[in-house]
């Protein structure tokens, strides 16, 4: 899936099989282990740490797609991609994207999940619905988006038009294509925070209610100072993820806004580096390119990393 | 890609937004095979960028030669410009993909051949009835790199001028045989595009904005300008630019063209009388006839209309290359050699239907095609075709004609005076001067 | 990549804070949330419903510039019929479902035996290999297509379906939960079969996977899904339209189909039927999976 992440988290101790056993069996130090874990680590080595070395080099180099002889060109590439004014844009349309698709993914995930929280005997309609979009194919998400966005005759400005909403055009979709991917984003990967949110709230006890309502506290305050409190932790989670999903962003964005562009500005990162490497077949540049990607989404899963095993104390 | 130099079947950015994005359907065959080649008999996978009408008719083609040579191709079409030569050029650098595909010629430096591409033997096309003397010297030179042959020349395209008879006739612009006026010079030509005007009401001539590259390279060369690059620099004519520049400029100021039309917009503007004449490719042929077909409409083409002195106009070649293999099955190379030479020898129908002029002399040389209308009368462009610049960002849907034609949208438009884009476009080459090249 | 985790305890807990609340009397606030609840659930779906309803309607009924119906005024299979008339949907859908498999079952088999490995066995180097396999965790596969598409292009790979699933096998974070896991079965389990002389293998086999059924499962479920729905490297490595998956198909090839919007939307339907389903099935364990780690 084109959101994913990949970052374990550390699930509390509670989450675990029943009674952990450590090291009682006798171990000895034998090479058969070696077999085990041979066949991963053989496909690891050649798909994914290959890739990463031989990036590394190409960044360096003038590697063409063509298949030339490769020469060393030291930090050009580098020195290039930092000077570069589209690569910069599409760097910060990634940014922008990120900025615009943050908030609503985090608040209606939460605002959902209270809800079906709440309404629990439709649980299985509103997981079904909520989260269903999630699992489609990212094509026919576009595909059905695409449709329904029709400047003429799409059911947006049809009903916009219909209930006197500005006509043919509702404002997000004139500027420029991305209004229209991070609403289609919304919809299409909210599901995932919502069951974020779903399981957290399941995990909070009745117990921890009962004081405040002998209090009489009224269900707003009972949200505002017990749950959402509670929630902390996994919104802090949420974000992360959501962050660093937001960083990867291309299919939506290359399948509505710009899959023919020969290298126009309006691109995002990923598809800039795309771009480069393989319509343009600088996949020197493009290396150089992916390792600043790279190093923007290491940070950010680095902040998740300490945010999770402080979790786990 | 916002205002692609306006191939047949471009699409427009809203277009894109729609959902028509990507590429056009794939083949015939049909036959639903799965992995390809499943299934007796040899098959062919050929990719080409024919989205416009001419895919309708290459496709009747096909189907021809399957039943002739029994051999299962596979055609896919790509969606026109970047897309098609992205999956190309990745295709081909992983070995597996296509065994034939059409491509620009003007294009062929840029898909570095020594590397991507598998040289043709001249034998192999002996023996499939083929021969180098078949081929206008010319053309035939520009499908070698390094001395070996890389590509096979189908046909010439180019940029022709429609007219609307009824249009024109009414304007007083016609010879008594119902051929277009023949003009000298800008202001000539002006003279005709404003009689026509106040007929439609409208435009004189309808012609695809985004197209400006196309325009402004045939005017450009009708004054015999040049634009050659160099490592760190390029030479391009100031003065003759700005001509060329100003024609358009002008042309939309004064309402004779319009500002900004797309592809698909122009074609209609001619369709519904908006405008009397367009300057458009000849493979929009296909296009009015069925619409004259459907609801009337009595047209004609002719050439580029003379503006500095000659009848040069933009165009370019289709050519068959074979994308680099990892391992060629025999039967297969035999039979898409053979699928090259059944094609050519039978662009009769290409001519005749998409509008294009064959490259293979022994149709073009038939009195049968001599015959062929509106074919004739158009037949000069073969002579007065001018290719893009010889340079790796430069040719059918290269970066150069993309942005330089997205200036020259602007002018149109009336956001950049001639002066403007004339930096703008200077600005633009520098830059592509400036990247490093990949190809060699 | 996905990642999963099962979750005993608290599916555990779920149940009993159900009973609680449905105790509840029905109030004017619950019932406005469960209205309001509703309202939304529809609205999220309007989007399928509205590509469904397409799907049905003849391609002049759905065209552009047609009044809004919800429902088709004439129900029709044309769209249906002409997709399968060209085939190339089946090819998709058969090429998604064999380079899904091929991942999902590779990266069961490779991922149990090489946690297994660092769960059970002690060898020379293991904690560097472990650590090593583990930084992969933080790599975005999106960062490595222009040196992965090389590599592959030099394994002569490309358009073939190893290239398309190889790559797509490599999920160190599966490795991590099924240690993770493994690490928890008590090692009274296997001292018997230990003792009968059972070799790991048999041990792994006969002890191990037995207790892992839901945790394979999940692993298993959440490969799948994400192999299905990956797009971005088989847009880059199926050049050629007859060995592309499904959503690479539908984007790049079938776009261009056009204005036949009917055609488009039955395509959409029936490529988001095959994981709908598989939702419906697994539906527990795709929302404990998620739940379980918050990950996917």
Redesign the interface.
């Known amino acids: 899936?084109?959101?994913?992440?990949?970052?374990?988290?550390a699930?509390s101790t509670?989450?675990?099989?029943?009674?952990?056993?450590?090291a009682?069996?006798p171990?000895?130090?034998?090479?058969?282990?070696?077999?085990?874990?041979l066949?991963?680590?053989a496909?690891?080595a050649?798909?994914?740490?290959?890739?990463?070395l031989?990036?590394l080099y190409?960044s360096f180099t003038?590697?063409?797609?063509?298949?030339?002889p490769v020469e060393w060109i030291g930090l050009?590439n580098w020195i290039e991609a930092f000077g570069d004014p589209a690569a910069m844009d599409s760097l910060w349309n990634t940014a922008w994207f990120t900025i615009l698709s943050t908030p609503p993914l985090v608040v209606l995930g939460l605002a959902?999940a209270l809800?079906?929280h709440?309404?629990?005997?439709?649980g299985?309609?509103?997981?079904?619905?909520?989260?269903?979009?999630f699992?489609?194919?990212?094509?026919?998400v576009?595909?059905?988006?695409?449709?329904?966005?029709?400047?003429?005759?799409?059911?947006f400005n049809?009903y916009l038009g219909e209930w006197g909403l500005g006509g043919d055009h509702l404002w997000a979709f004139q500027q420029d294509?991305m209004g229209?991917v991070v609403v289609t984003t919304v919809?299409w990967t909210l599901g995932?925070n919502f069951?974020?949110y779903?399981?957290a709230l399941?995990?909070i006890?009745?117990e921890v209610y009962e004081a405040a309502d002998i209090d009489g506290a009224n269900?707003l305050q009972k949200l505002w100072s017990i749950t959402l409190p509670l929630l902390k932790r996994?919104t802090a989670?949420v974000i992360v993820?959501q962050l660093?999903a937001s960083l990867?962003i291309?299919?939506q964005y290359?399948?509505?806004?710009?899959?023919?562009?020969?290298?126009?500005t309006?691109n995002v990162f990923?598809q800039y580096?795309?771009n480069s490497?393989?319509?343009?077949?600088?996949?020197g540049?493009?290396?150089a390119l992916?390792?600043i990607?790279?190093a923007c989404?290491?940070v950010i899963?680095?902040i998740q990393?300490r945010l999770l095993s402080r979790r786990e104390d | 890609?916002?205002n692609?130099p306006s191939p047949p079947g471009a699409?427009s950015r809203?277009a894109?937004?729609?959902?028509t994005?990507?590429a056009a359907g794939l083949g015939l065959a049909g036959c639903g095979s799965i992995t390809g080649g499943i299934g007796g008999g040899t098959t062919v996978k050929q990719w080409n960028l024919l989205a416009g009408s001419d895919g309708a008719i290459m496709t009747t083609m096909h189907e021809q030669f399957m039943e002739e040579t029994g051999v299962d191709l596979k055609a896919t079409t790509f969606?026109w410009?970047?897309?098609f030569?992205?999956k190309l050029?990745?295709g081909a650098?992983g070995g597996n993909a296509a065994d034939v595909a059409t491509i620009h010629l003007s294009r062929l430096q840029s898909l570095?051949p020594s590397?991507?591409l598998d040289a043709i033997e001249i034998d192999e096309l002996v023996d499939a009835g083929l021969d180098p003397e078949d081929f206008t010297p010319d053309i035939w030179d520009r499908c070698f790199s390094d001395d070996r042959l890389y590509a096979v020349p189908l046909d010439t395209h180019a940029l022709v001028n429609y007219y609307n008879r009824t249009i024109c006739e009414q304007a007083g612009v016609l010879n008594p045989d119902g051929t277009l006026l023949e003009t000298h010079g800008v202001e000539e030509y002006f003279d005709l595009l404003r009689a026509v005007k106040d007929v439609t009401g409208e435009y004189g001539t309808s012609l695809d904005t985004n197209a400006g590259w196309r325009q402004f390279w045939a005017w450009y060369r009708q004054q015999d300008g040049e634009w050659i690059f160099h490592e760190d620099g390029f030479e391009l004519d100031d003065d003759k630019a700005l001509n060329a520049i100003d024609t358009m400029w002008r042309m939309a100021d004064e309402g004779l063209c319009p500002r900004i039309s797309d592809g698909g917009a122009t074609a209609a503007n001619f369709e519904n009388g908006a405008g009397g004449l367009v300057q458009v490719g000849n493979w929009e042929i296909t296009r009015f006839r069925a619409f004259n077909e459907a609801q009337g409409l009595d047209f004609s083409m002719t050439e580029m209309p003379d503006f500095f002195g000659n009848r040069r106009t933009q165009g370019d070649c289709h050519a068959f290359v074979l994308p680099r293999h990892n391992s060629w099955n025999a039967d297969v190379r035999k039979a898409t050699v053979d699928y090259v030479a059944f094609m050519l020898q039978n662009s009769f129908q290409w001519g005749a239907g998409a509008g294009h002029t064959p490259a293979y002399l022994p149709v073009t040389d038939s009195p049968e095609y001599q015959d062929l209308e509106p074919n004739a009368e158009y037949s000069g462009v073969v002579d007065n075709v001018q290719f893009d610049p010889d340079v790796w960002f430069a040719g059918s849907?290269a970066?150069l004609p993309?942005?330089v034609g997205r200036v020259f949208a602007g002018v149109y438009s009336g956001a950049n005076d001639p002066e403007t884009a004339l930096a703008a476009i200077k600005d633009v080459a520098q830059t592509m001067v400036e990247l490093?090249n990949?190809?060699? | 990549?996905?990642?999963v985790?099962t979750?005993?305890?608290?599916s555990e807990?779920?149940p009993r804070?159900?009973k609680?609340?449905?105790r509840i009397r029905v109030t004017p606030?619950?019932a406005l949330?469960?209205f309001?609840?509703?309202v939304?659930?529809?609205l999220?779906?309007?989007?399928?419903l509205?590509?469904l309803s397409?799907s049905f309607k003849p391609e002049t009924e759905a065209s552009?510039?047609?009044p809004?119906h919800w429902l088709p005024q004439e129900w029709s299979l044309e769209g249906y019929r002409t997709l399968f008339e060209r085939g190339d949907h089946v090819t998709w859908m058969i090429n998604s479902t064999v380079v899904s498999t091929i991942v999902t079952v590779?990266t069961l088999?490779?991922?149990v035996?090489?946690a297994?490995?660092?769960s059970?066995?002690?060898?020379?180097?293991?904690k560097i290999?472990y650590g090593?396999?583990l930084a992969?965790?933080?790599?975005?596969s999106?960062?490595?297509?222009?040196?992965?598409?090389?590599?592959?292009s030099a394994?002569r790979m490309v358009d073939t379906y190893w290239g398309l699933a190889?790559?797509q096998?490599?999920?160190?974070?599966m490795?991590?939960?099924l240690k993770?896991?493994f690490?928890?079965?008590?090692?009274?389990y296997?001292?018997a079969a230990?003792i009968d002389g059972a070799g790991?293998l048999r041990v792994l086999w006969s002890v191990i996977l037995p207790l892992s059924g839901p945790i394979l499962a999940a692993v298993g479920i959440f490969t799948f899904?994400?192999a299905?729905?990956?797009?971005?490297w088989p847009?880059?490595v199926a050049n050629d339209p007859s060995i592309m998956t499904?959503?690479?198909g539908?984007?790049?090839v079938?776009?261009g189909y056009g204005l036949l919007?009917a055609q488009?939307?039955a395509?959409?339907v029936l490529?988001?039927l095959p994981?709908?389903i598989?939702?419906?099935i697994f539906?527990k364990q795709?929302?404990k999976g998620?739940?379980?780690?918050?990950?996917?």
């Open positions: 899936m084109s959101t994913d992440t990949a970052t374990p988290e699930a509670a989450d675990r099989p029943p009674s952990p056993a450590p009682r069996a171990k000895r130090r034998s090479w058969l282990g070696l077999w085990f874990v066949p991963f680590v496909v690891y050649v798909f994914m740490i290959w890739p990463m031989l990036g190409y003038d590697k063409s797609l063509t298949g030339r050009e959902f809800l079906a709440r309404a629990r005997r439709l299985w309609f509103l997981r079904l619905s909520f989260f269903a979009p699992v489609i194919p990212v094509s026919v576009t595909m059905v988006w695409l449709w329904m966005y029709q400047p003429a005759g799409g059911l049809h294509a229209s919809w995932f069951l974020l779903l399981a399941q995990t006890p009745a269900s996994t989670l993820l660093i990867r291309f299919d290359y399948l509505m806004a710009g899959g023919a562009s020969n290298l126009a309006e990923i580096i795309y490497g393989f319509v343009g077949f600088r996949i540049y493009a290396s992916s390792y990607l790279f989404i290491i899963a680095l990393f | 890609m916002r692609p699409l809203r894109l937004l729609t959902g994005a990507a969606a410009g970047t897309p030569y992205t050029v990745m650098s570095s590397t991507l849907a970066r993309d942005e490093p990949p190809i060699d | 990549m996905t990642a985790q979750r005993p305890e608290a807990r779920a804070a159900v609680r609340r449905s606030g619950s949330v469960y309001a609840a509703f939304l659930a529809l999220w779906l309007v989007p399928l509205w590509a397409t552009l510039g047609q809004i590779l088999a490779l991922c035996l090489a297994y490995g660092f059970r066995l002690d060898f020379p180097g293991k290999v090593v396999v992969g965790i933080m790599v975005p999106q960062a490595l297509i222009i040196p992965l598409f090389d590599v592959v394994l190889l790559p096998v490599v999920a160190p974070v490795i991590f939960i993770r896991f690490d928890a079965i008590p090692r009274d296997e001292e230990r790991h899904i994400g299905w729905n990956n797009f971005l847009l880059l499904l959503p690479v539908l984007g790049v079938a776009g919007y488009n939307m395509s959409a490529g988001a994981l709908l598989v939702f419906l539906q795709i929302v998620v739940a379980g780690v918050g990950l996917k």
